[in-house]
């Protein structure tokens, strides 16, 4: 056996594990428990602006009987709401969640303030009931990643595995929210955590799958849109209109991403220029959404009615037309206001309306209208966010369309390319950089993990009979068969640039590793990354030289 692989492992992970996992079970549990608390908040607060009641009856603002005009006003007072409580409470509760969470992991040691937990859902439930055109999703994955977060604050734990605790809350709190386990922990490793190791990945599933079965028990099972494809439906025109549409909808997720930070721009400038503090910028927002309700109430809410409707096929084009152009307007100029709301929602609505319009356009049944916005969704999501995984086995989980699987994939890719070329980032991270942040979403293996310290070091002239029990070496030393990788790290963390190697079998030094051999094994990953060569040829060229050398 090579005694360099005989001392290394796949994954880094100790029993610590263990101890991450019942105490994300735990958050689990409290985060399904706040996503209930969310989504009932939201039918109170709709039944309380909309029908004057006091009730938890899941409704939409689209069906009162209440005065048509005062869809101008109510979301006018919710927005005024929203904007007194950021300013007396907390400023994180503004903005979608998701990039509040992010910048919680990366900037402040995974460590969100206990109000946040308690103005976030409250703030959100109040500016999606006063017909905020918004999703739930973001404000609950704030909401439990608090919640992970404040449970993680009382134990002593590193930043990174508070980190894992915090995802581990809003990933639950996405399971319980859709339905959706394996999206939700897809999305952890895609979005929020930035690695996938054992001892992240393990935590956080177990937090989302008994998110999932407690939700089972308090809202009932999914999927959360049903979609029946008849036995025998041919998937075929859809897998070949799946690319180019995946294509056209990325374009129209950069688009959506550009209308609303050019929004955002629009609210900084002129706030600026007229003084206007952005407390009351909430309260703007809700005046364009009260005019757009006002046209089209059906984009009022969360809309998950609409979703539903959409997913049927065959729906009105009226109904189509106005969910891609008011419910688009109406988002993206409301929450470019600063108010309290997720982005998920709008964009599967948006996207499925696209989807089930190129269907229309193309005449075809009810059946293939259904599956193509099916494949809208998914792709408005994967290009929008930049998480095709987590949209592929999203989509499946909402609908439980298991024949929509292979059209899904080039969609959603191709969204996703479409919108890696055009856009810098994200909707979701452009948020981070223009706060003076940088966040790289290209996850990949350390080069300097698959460099062992033997190939990179320098060697002296003989055996050294200094053995690594020798008081004169002190605790500063490399092994050979150690990866570059460990050895940086052990560098940081003892404040040294060079290190004595010691061959582990002999017990004598053999070398010396230091940051000009780190580098060089550094080198070597940018020369595989950016030298282009004929393979064939070189191929040719090497067995032509060998044949040489033997005549």
Not at 112 to 129: N, R, Y
Not at 347 to 376: D, F, K, R
Not at 470 to 496: I, N
Request: glycine share 10%; charged share 15%; net charge neutral.
């Amino acid at each position: 056996m090579n005694s360099r692989a005989s001392v290394l492992r796949d994954f880094t992970v100790d029993r610590r594990v263990w101890q991450l996992t019942a105490v994300a079970l735990v958050i689990g549990i409290g985060a399904a428990a706040l996503a209930v608390f969310l989504l009932r908040a939201i039918a109170f607060f709709t039944n309380l602006f909309f029908y004057h009641r006091f009730s938890i009856a899941m409704v939409g603002p689209a069906g009162s009987t209440a005065p048509h005009l005062l869809i101008l006003v109510v979301p006018v007072v919710g927005g005024l709401l929203v904007g007194l409580m950021a300013y007396y409470g907390s400023e994180k509760i503004r903005g979608h969640g998701i990039p509040e969470a992010i910048e919680a992991i990366l900037l402040n040691g995974a460590r969100i303030e206990p109000k946040v937990a308690v103005l976030k859902p409250v703030s959100a439930a109040i500016a999606i009931g006063s017909g905020g055109p918004f999703g739930a999703e973001g404000p609950i994955i704030m909401t439990g990643g608090a919640f992970g977060s404040l449970i993680a604050q009382w134990l002593r734990l590193s930043d990174a595995e508070r980190t894992t605790l915090l995802v581990a809350g809003a990933a639950a709190g996405m399971s319980a929210t859709f339905a959706s386990p394996v999206a939700a922990i897809l999305i952890a490793v895609e979005l929020l955590l930035f690695e996938m190791r054992p001892r992240s990945l393990v935590p956080v599933a177990a937090a989302s799958v008994v998110a999932a079965a407690l939700r089972i028990v308090w809202l009932g099972a999914g999927p959360l849109f049903p979609v029946s494809l008849p036995a025998g439906f041919s998937i075929t025109r859809p897998l070949l209109i799946a690319l180019p549409l995946g294509i056209v909808i990325g374009l129209a997720a950069a688009g959506l991403s550009r209308l609303m930070y050019a929004l955002e721009d629009a609210f900084e400038h002129i706030g600026g220029k007229l003084h206007i503090h952005w407390a009351w910028w909430p309260a703007i927002g809700g005046i364009g959404v009260g005019i757009g309700g006002f046209f089209f109430p059906r984009a009022l809410g969360v809309g998950y009615d609409n979703i539903a409707e959409l997913l049927r096929g065959s729906a009105p084009v009226t109904f189509i037309v106005g969910i891609i152009v008011a419910k688009s307007l109406m988002w993206a100029f409301s929450l470019s206001s600063g108010t309290s709301g997720g982005v998920l929602a709008p964009l599967l609505m948006i996207g499925a309306a696209l989807g089930e319009g190129a269907a229309q356009l193309a005449h075809l049944p009810t059946e293939a209208q259904a599956m193509w916005a099916l494949i809208g969704m998914g792709a408005m999501l994967a290009g929008a966010l930049g998480v095709p995984l987590t949209a592929i086995i999203f989509s499946l989980e909402l609908t439980h369309a298991m024949p929509a699987l292979l059209p899904l994939v080039p969609a959603c890719i191709g969204a996703y390319l479409v919108t890696s070329l055009l856009m810098p980032r994200s909707i979701l991270t452009e948020k981070l950089a223009r706060r003076g942040h940088h966040l790289s979403r290209e996850y990949g293996v350390d080069p300097l993990e698959t460099i062992y310290v033997a190939d990179v070091m320098k060697t002296v002239p003989g055996p050294n009979s200094i053995g690594y029990n020798s008081p004169a070496l002190g605790d500063a030393f490399a092994y050979s068969d150690e990866t570059c990788r460990s050895v940086a790290e052990r560098m940081v963390t003892e404040e040294v640039v060079r290190m004595p190697v010691i061959d582990r079998t002999t017990g004598e030094i053999c070398g010396s590793v230091g940051l000009r051999e780190l580098l060089a094994g550094r080198r070597r990953a940018m020369q595989r990354e950016t030298e282009r060569t004929r393979a064939f040829q070189e191929q040719e060229e090497s067995e032509v030289d060998t044949e040489s050398t033997r005549g």
